[in-house]
Every structure is written in C-alpha cells, then in structure tokens.
C-alpha cells in the first residue's frame, strides 16, 4: 500500500542527495586548483575544438609541485609539446593558492616574456569565465580571441552582481599589464627577459621557472637561483637541448652521471619529453620535417638529445672517453695497484 510513496521518498532522498553533493562543489579558483591542479586546462580548446586536457607529464609535474613546491626540476622537452603552457600553469596555480607570492617567470626574450604571461592570462580568464571578453577558450567562436585592455573587464565586473563580485573577491586579478599580473590575495606573476638590469633586486621568490632555460646565459642562473635560498622556492627549468653547454645540460648530465653510482643524490628531479609523446604532431609531418633539417637538428630539437655545437673541435664524449674515475694514488698502501706509477692525482 506504501510501495509507490516509499519509492517516490526514495528517489526524493536521492536527488536530494545529489542536490548536497552539488552545493559542496567548491566554486572560488583557489579550492579548484588545490583538488585538481590541471583543472584550468579544460577551459582551452584543443586542435579538435574540444575542450583540451593536460598530457600526463604535465599532470605529473604539475601535482608534483602541488605536493612538493620546493622541488628543482630539469624539463627536457621536444619542440611543440607545451613547455610554455606548463610553465604558465604552474606560474598560475602556484600564485593562487599561495598568500603573498612571487613567481618569476624568466625567458630569453622579451617578446616571450610577453607570450608566456598571455598563456597565464589565458587560463586565468577561462577559469573565470570570461571567454566572451577574448580570455580562455573562446569557445563561442571556436578560437582564441584578441585579449582587451583590463579596464573594460573591470567595467564589466563592476556591472556583476554582488554574489558573483564575492565569488571572485578571492583571487580577483588587481593588476594586469604586459609583463606582470598581482592578485587579491598580495600574490604576484612577473615574466621578465633574461638581463642583468630586469632580473635585479628580486628576493623570497615562491616559485622561480625558467623558460628555455637552455638558452638563458649561465650568468642570469647563478644570479637568480639565490633568490629562492630563504623562501626555500620551486626552481622548474623548461627547455629544448642546444647543445652541450651551459648550465642547463651541465646539470642534466651531473644528473645522468649521478644515476649510475648507488647512493649518490641526483640534484635535481628530471622529467624527459620527446616528439613520440605528444599525439597532437602529425607523424608524416614529422618525417618531413626530419627530411627537411637531418638528423642532427631533428635529433636535438624533436628527440632531445644534447649534441655537439657545430663549431666543436673535438667531440665530447671522445675527450670523455680520455678520463677514467679512480682514486688518488697512495704511495704509502702497498696493494694499490698505482703505488710504482709516478703521478700523484688521476681523473
């Protein structure tokens, strides 16, 4: 007799359940980026028009800095696989969810200074919403937009209701320029070219990124990397080979080297991204390309691998090859096999 109002409470509880579960969904960009931090990715659209995700290793690395962002990170990456992107999605998540920090984002140019700040932009405004205003995905027209001045999306804020301006009060965006955007809660991002006369002056940084940092002189590195010494900061260097120089390759081999001894630290976290890894590089495309360039540069630029520069006399790993690791001879410990050889230090 109570069989059709028993089932009609049930379904009751259930949707009212539901309804619960809905309401508990945090709505601030804070709350968002702590539980899912690559969540702002699906505010973009792919090649496909469809909402894009973010490849494994960028998810990878990316909670990685959520759950350890004080880690240092050498990022080998292919060309066209997402360098820029990660580096402005770790620059944005780190700059939410932390009060009062400063990310710095360092790049070879100034023009990509600029480029890198705009991919910040970009997921910035998608989380918003605001994709009719040219930010985000651009979803109405199925492409990015211009973006336009932040006075307008201001004014039109301004015209919001008073619900939605306490939402977004949390990590409302209070400057937004060329090369810096600083955030509600004292959080700021600055991308900067990598000169001595930029880069000055800069401590307790939160999180320091370096873009292309392959090609960022050794110089501008040491000068930085102290920066981080009191707030004990992430350092997450993102970057194509060039070469066997620097002291981007220099600290990916100490890395290697590193590997094959038990026990021995390796300095720094690496994550390695070839060409045969990003699904969204068309495969005949590729041969072409590797075609067009030869295996040389295709090796470099699409497989990472750090090759000689061109001007190099004699190879690296031929004059490698000269030097053997052993210990100092002991003159006075009669089983060392070196005891009658005249030379005092090897290696």
Known sequence: MFTLGSKVSASWREAANELVDV???PTDMRSILRDDPTRMY????????????????????????????????????????????????????????????TVLIISRALRQSAEVLRKVRQFYYGMKGLKAMGYGSGRQRGKYQRPIGVRKWQDKESRETEQELKRLEKDQAVSDSVLQMEFSNGSRIISLPCKSETTVGFSAIAMLIMDEAARIPDETYHFLSPTRA??????????????????????WSRCEDAKQFEGKIVPWHQVKVTVDQCERIDPDWLEEERQDIGERWFSQE???????????????????????????ASYGEPDNPLKDIPIANYG
């Open 302 to 328: 699409y497989q990472c691998s750090f090759v000689d520069t061109i001007d190099t006399v004699f190879a690296h790993d031929d004059v490698k090859r000269m030097f053997v690791d052993i210990p100092v």
């Open 230 to 251: 009191v707030s004990q900061g992430g350092l997450v260097a993102l970057s194509t080979p060039f070469g066997k120089r620097g002291w981007f390759w220099e600290g």
């Open 23 to 25: 309401q508990d969904v």
């Open 42 to 101: 699906k505010e973009l659209l792919g090649p496909d028009g469809q909402p894009s995700q973010a490849d494994p290793w960028q998810r990878d690395l990316i909670e990685m800095y959520r759950d350890n962002p004080t880690r240092k990170s050498l990022v080998c990456c292919s060309r066209q696989t997402g360098k820029s992107q990660t580096a402005a999605a770790l620059a944005l998540r780190t700059a939410i969810c932390q009060d009062e920090a």
